[in-house]
T-cell receptor, first 114, second 118 residues
């Protein structure tokens, strides 16, 4: 069974540029998460989807971040415009549903904003 | 207030030594789950264990064991006879159920970087 797929793995952009990350969850997993992991820290949740509905986006900086999960499968996380402080690893995870399930993580996208 | 505390930032051990990674958590819920994840240098978080708040029985899986003690709000992880492949960052995480934003999300500690020296 394929795991969570993310692309790109690495991205370097200049500040004020837009950037997008893509995630394909494990087949059949209805719940999808985006996390941000700063250097030396644990991941922090940005947004959680149940199917195509964003059910928890309280920690998403909505002035510059947006996300979508069309058709309840793949998801895209966008930052526009990027700031220096956005440099981090962006992780996507999925689980079979919402609840106390274990979450399966992708390899992440390492973003560097210069 | 930090909900998951991993006080050990970095640990180095010599191969074949036993090592315990500490995790202390804070919650007001009676129903919650605790998790451990491993993050090797490749970056992908790997699920190791999930434990619910009503099950304090210790768990053993090969060289890995977990000690859950509600009285001290701790969920410690021990690796017996450590190997070089165990070198990674290990995260403890808490999941709580409550209405509204944040329910069921994983709240991670800052992680403990384990280096196993051959």
């Amino acid at each position: 069974e394929a795991g969570v797929v993310q692309s790109p793995r690495y991205k370097i952009i200049e500040k004020k540029q837009p950037v997008a990350f893509w995630c394909n969850p494990i087949s059949g997993h209805n719940t999808l998460y985006w996390y941000r992991q700063n250097l030396g820290q644990g991941p922090e949740l940005l947004i959680r989807y149940e199917n195509e509905e964003a059910v928890d986006d309280s920690q998403l900086p909505k002035d510059r971040f947006s996300a979508e999960r069309l058709k309840g499968v793949d998801s895209t996380l966008k930052i526009q415009p990027a700031e220096l402080g956005d440099s981090a690893v962006y992780l996507c995870a999925s689980s079979p549903g919402t609840g106390f399930y274990e979450q399966y993580f992708g390899p992440g996208t390492r973003l560097t904003v210069t | 207030a930090q909900k998951v505390t991993q006080a050990q930032t970095e640990i180095s051990v010599v191969e074949k030594e036993d090592v315990t990674l500490d995790c202390v958590y804070e919650t007001r819920d009676t129903t919650y789950y605790l998790f451990w994840y491993k993050q090797p240098p490749s970056g992908e978080l790997v699920f190791l264990i999930r434990r619910n708040s009503f099950d304090e029985q210790n768990e053993i899986s090969g060289r890995y064991s977990w000690n859950f003690q509600k009285s001290t709000s701790s969920f410690n992880f021990t690796i017996t006879a450590s190997q070089v492949v165990d070198s990674a960052v290990y995260f403890c995480a808490l999941s709580e159920a409550y209405s509204g934003a944040g329910s069921y999300q994983l709240t991670f500690g800052k992680g403990t970087k384990l280096s196993v020296i051959p």
